[in-house]
């Protein structure tokens, strides 16, 4: 990629993005073009390997044309589009998805706009590189994501259909929905006031968003992986981080209850969607320490598991390494249950240290996620490339698939695709969305080391 990265604005020039005179990136040089009519599209379209990325404003993507030229250009356009949507549109991501899009950002939102030009221009740099490697040898292939749309028919038809709760779910789950957290260095957002919190949730705040895990190796039959996420929205409409309310959940012991309301949930749109789509779906939803704890709130997990209608084998339960090291009753039910679905556990946080706990527990753990200090220490070279390694074995070697989260950028993905592990999971695929928008994915052939 050029030191200078060309940027082209459809429809707006870099002022009306309401962030100021343009937007910067702090280490990379931004030139930007601009195209506010159709003669003037047709110009920039006719050298489409001239541009590194694309801001288009989504009331102007049919104006223009964008369409016709997105789709004429499919082959030599590796630029990602992001779409700005101003604050009257209520554009979805599933739909800017279907536009081509490989996210879509608020008018006005520098943080949020700056954060996905870093990561689009990331995987954009992987993609040419690895594009340019063609030595005629034998070659293996990386799965790259971009956004697209996967299926929404069941939120839509059934978004005010709420008759498997009762008033008690209202309180509703887990404590790991931290790693959905979008934070931006070590900024940690403040906690909330305990009252606050409780009006909040009894008020109907609770909400789902859900984050795609995907391949990094060819599958042989593609199934749309999602976590569900719980989220809290303020007084404003606007959906707060967990940091901001799970400490006082945690406090008043009310985590319980949110993961049977995530479930509760969860579950039957999981159902759903499996009934409209020939697509296997899976989920993955994060079981709390505390829930296992409570017998009575173990009973109605579990009762709300073995009723539902989902496939088999398609929920994953995501639960912490402390519950697996106490072998609980609750535990020994709980297995019972997944083990009888076919569906799957996943620990957390598996590090170095880990591998006799996880041999324990063969037979019903299928998963595992690398913790989150793991990865950030290998991307950042804090942690040798064979410490990894040792982790990562431990878990193939015991047939358990391995989750890298927190990818939030394309350098490291040739290293977590050569130590073997299966899926990925963090910003360079998606951020999570209330709707579920899976990425759509392509290979890319490497030259063997």
């Excluded at 990562?392 to 890298?404: D, M």
Aim: some cysteine.
């Amino acid at each position: 990629m050029n030191s200078i990265i060309e940027v082209l604005c459809l429809g707006f020039d870099p002022s009306g993005l309401g962030v100021g005179t343009r937007p910067q990136l702090s280490d990379q040089e931004l030139e930007f073009s601009v195209a506010m009519d159709r003669p003037s599209v047709r110009q920039a379209f006719a050298r489409p390997e001239r541009w590194d990325l694309i801001l288009c404003r989504s009331t102007a993507y049919y104006d223009l044309g964008i369409d016709r030229w997105l789709a004429e250009t499919a082959g030599a356009l590796l630029a990602p589009m992001i779409l700005v949507r101003p604050p009257a549109t209520q554009l979805s991501p599933a739909e800017a998805a279907k536009r081509g899009a490989a996210d879509i950002v608020n008018h006005g939102d520098r943080e949020h706009l700056e954060m996905v030009m870093a990561r689009e221009l990331a995987s954009l740099r992987l993609r040419r590189e690895l594009h340019q490697r063609n030595d005629g040898g034998p070659r293996t292939s990386v799965v790259l994501p971009l956004i697209s749309d996967y299926g929404r028919s069941a939120l839509q038809t059934h978004a005010g259909d709420h008759s498997d709760t009762d008033a008690e779910s209202t309180h509703g789950t887990e404590t790991s929905n931290l790693e959905g957290q979008t934070t931006f260095g070590d900024l940690v957002p403040p906690e909330m006031d305990d009252q606050r919190v409780k009006d909040l949730i009894e008020q109907g705040g609770l909400t789902l968003e859900y984050q795609p895990i995907v391949a990094l190796h060819q599958e042989d039959t593609r199934a749309g992986m999602f976590e569900a996420l719980l989220r809290l929205r303020g007084e404003d409409g606007r959906l707060l981080p967990p940091g901001r309310f799970f400490p006082a959940a945690g406090r008043h012991r009310w985590l319980g209850r949110m993961d049977l309301w995530v479930l509760r949930r969860a579950l039957p749109i999981l159902a759903r969607m499996q009934a409209s789509a020939a697509e296997q779906t899976r989920l993955f939803i994060n079981l709390s320490a505390e829930t296992l704890a409570v017998p009575q709130v173990v009973d109605a997990v579990l009762e709300t598991i073995a009723a539902s209608k989902i496939r088999p084998g398609s929920l994953t339960l995501e639960v912490q390494r402390s519950a697996l090291m106490q072998e609980s009753e609750a535990l020994s039910r709980l297995r019972t249950t997944m083990q009888q679905g076919k569906h799957g556990i996943l620990m957390e946080q598996f590090n170095a240290g880990d591998c006799d706990l996880l041999r324990d527990n063969l037979g019903w753990v299928t998963h595992v996620k690398l913790d989150k200090p793991l990865i950030l220490g290998l991307a950042t070279g804090h942690i040798h490339r064979e410490a990894v390694q040792k982790v990562i074995r431990c878990a193939r070697n015991n047939g358990v698939k391995i989750i890298a989260l927190a990818v939030d950028n394309a350098e490291i993905l040739p290293d977590l695709y050569a130590l073997g592990v299966d899926y990925i999971q963090g910003h360079f695929v998606s951020m999570p969305y209330e709707e579920l928008v899976y990425p759509d994915v392509f290979n890319i052939e490497l030259e063997p080391k």
